[in-house]
């Protein structure tokens, strides 16, 4: 079955440092989403790539966070300098909507501990 | 008021209990509606989607209100295993695609 892939699985940073987490959406799949997740919470996208454009970044922390995907596949969040803010669960999704409902499916998620 | 609202809970029940929940969403051109279920410190999974004439997978059946804008999840039979947040999740196409995530409601099922 294929999976969105994510790494690392875990990171833990100071706070300053830069960190970069990488996702490798299920092959085909044009759309490509990164949220984050704070514990008791649901997730909350931080940003949306249709192919290699992003088509929604309004909740992405542009002062310190950036997001590409240069050959509209894989894609790359950094976050440079992390705050002890940051500390979070990363999670990239994608889906293509060929069919009716549009499922999106998860990766494993990149736990981020930011000291 | 949040676009997409769950109980968040907990819901502790005894082995064997049904148990529902419900999510309200307040976007009335929501197109498609899931049920994900997440187990601690990991990704969401798709559990079901919600089909307009309601759907059933098992011990699980899933409703979807749009005239109340509601949707449901009927746990029947609940196993240990259940234990997990399920997350509420409503789709449209606004502008982009967007999903929109409710909080999740934990539920414990006890032996």
């Known amino acids: 079955e294929a999976e969105v892939a994510q790494s690392p699985r875990y990171k833990i940073t100071e706070k300053s440092q830069a960190v970069a987490f990488w996702c490798d959406p299920i092959?085909?799949?044009?759309?490509l989403y990164w949220y984050r997740q704070i514990l008791g919470q649901g997730p909350e996208l931080l940003v949306q790539f249709q192919d290699e454009s992003v088509v929604d970044d309004s909740q992405l922390p542009k002062d310190r966070f950036s997001a590409e995907r240069l050959k509209g596949v894989d894609s790359t969040l950094k976050i440079q300098p992390a705050e002890l803010g940051d500390s979070a669960m990363y999670l990239c999704?994608?889906?293509?909507?060929?069919?009716?409902?549009?499922?999106?499916?998860f990766g494993p998620g990149t736990r981020l501990t930011v000291l | 008021r949040k676009e997409v609202e769950q109980d968040p809970g907990p819901f502790n029940v005894p082995e064997g209990a049904t148990v529902a929940f419900n999510c309200t969403y307040s976007n009335s051109a929501s197109q498609s509606f899931f049920w994900y279920r997440q187990d601690c410190r990991k990704e969401p999974k798709l559990l079901m989607s919600?089909?307009?004439s309601g759907n059933e997978d098992g011990r699980f059946t899933a409703q979807l209100n749009r005239a109340s804008q509601y949707i449901s999840l009927l746990i029947r039979d609940s196993k240990l295993s259940d234990s997990a947040t399920y997350l509420c999740v409503v789709f449209h196409t606004s502008g982009t695609y967007k999903y929109i995530f409710g909080t999740g409601t934990r539920l414990k099922v006890l032996a």
């Open positions: 092959s085909g799949h044009a759309t």
């Open positions: 999704a994608s889906s293509s909507f060929s069919g009716r409902y549009n499922e999106q499916f």
């Open positions: 919600v089909y307009s």
